[in-house]
């Protein structure tokens, strides 16, 4: 639980962390307009040996770089001057190494295993304390230093003014670790259900139309999405369709998991999820991302660091 705790504190302040260990990459000082997606694609596809782009970053703060995913890793960008900052490699990073810690102790299955029960044991140890403390109701230090009453006393005070926050933690963490099992119960608990995206095909692009640029893939995905903030740009070249993931900020949980699906050609949406549509079941399990952003992105998550996005990068500038 040592580990978890500081593993996870670590965590809550990764993006934070990750600009301070690489400022090169992430602090520019704005400069006017911010130029169109496609043009700092450009300049990162040329400056790395005419690497296709997989998907846009824009970023979220002026003062930030916007970031271009390439086959071989992440390439920084101003996107006010479209200077290439220099790229990050893929490869094991300490903020990755710490989430790996965090969600599996590094140790793959069996480590996500032992992190899944440990909640449960944790649980376990607060009930049993809790048990244990209630006919003596110590709250109050009185023993003196040096004296075993002393660390008895400790003990119960700590105890019990900690039990509900780590009761919080635990619960949580272990709901999240047993998701699958869990959901069934959550979800008619609140007396609610996933939500399901439908998803309709597309018309046949006319022979010898031409696909639209990310601009215009993102301008229509704002106009389904009034005041979110697009935060990624998957490109077609990769799934067939522009799926534009956009951060709500008015929605406190799941604010991430707005997410529109678009023809390339036509523009046509072909699917779209909104975080206000979200049901009460969804959103207790919001931290963890709505099930449609999952299925475009996996893992990734908005104004993270680059450890979070993508599990280990090395920078190579």
Request: overall charge positive; aromatic content about 8%; proline content about 7%.
């Amino acid at each position: 639980m040592v580990i978890l705790g500081l593993t996870g504190s670590i965590m809550e302040f990764e993006p934070e962390l990750d600009r301070l260990l690489h400022p090169e990459l992430s602090y520019i000082t704005p400069e006017g307009r911010v130029l169109p997606l496609s043009e700092i694609g450009d300049a990162a596809s040329r400056r790395f040996s005419g690497e296709p782009v997989v998907a846009y970053l824009p970023s979220l703060s002026p003062n930030l770089s916007s970031q271009v995913v390439l086959p071989s890793g992440i390439a920084y960008v101003n996107q006010h001057t479209g200077e290439v900052l220099g790229m990050r490699t893929r490869g094991q990073t300490f903020l990755g190494y710490v989430r790996e810690l965090h969600v599996r102790l590094a140790g793959g299955n069996f480590g996500r295993n032992i992190v899944k029960l440990s909640g449960i044991a944790m649980l376990f140890s607060l009930a049993s304390g809790l048990y244990l403390w209630w006919p003596i109701k110590q709250v109050t230090i009185r023993g003196k230093w040096g004296t075993k009453r002393l660390w008895f006393d400790l003990h119960n005070a700590v105890g019990i003014f900690s039990l509900l926050p780590l009761a919080i933690l635990a619960a949580t963490g272990t709901i999240i670790g047993f998701e699958n099992q869990v959901g069934p119960l959550i979800y008619k608990l609140t007396r609610s259900s996933p939500i399901h995206i439908t998803r309709s095909t597309p018309p046949e692009p006319a022979p010898g139309a031409a696909a639209m640029t990310p601009d215009e893939a993102v301008a229509i995905a704002r106009t389904h999405m009034p005041g979110a903030i697009p935060y990624r740009v998957q490109m077609p070249k990769y799934g067939g369709l522009y799926v534009v993931a956009l951060l709500n900020p008015r929605e406190r949980v799941a604010g991430d998991g707005n997410v529109v699906a678009l023809d390339p050609y036509s523009g046509h949406v072909v699917s779209l999820s909104r975080s206000s549509d979200l049901s009460r079941g969804d959103r207790i399990f919001g931290g963890k991302r709505s099930n449609s952003y999952r299925k475009y992105f996996g893992n990734a998550e908005p104004d993270r660091s680059l450890a979070s996005k993508h599990n280990g990068i090395r920078s190579s500038v």
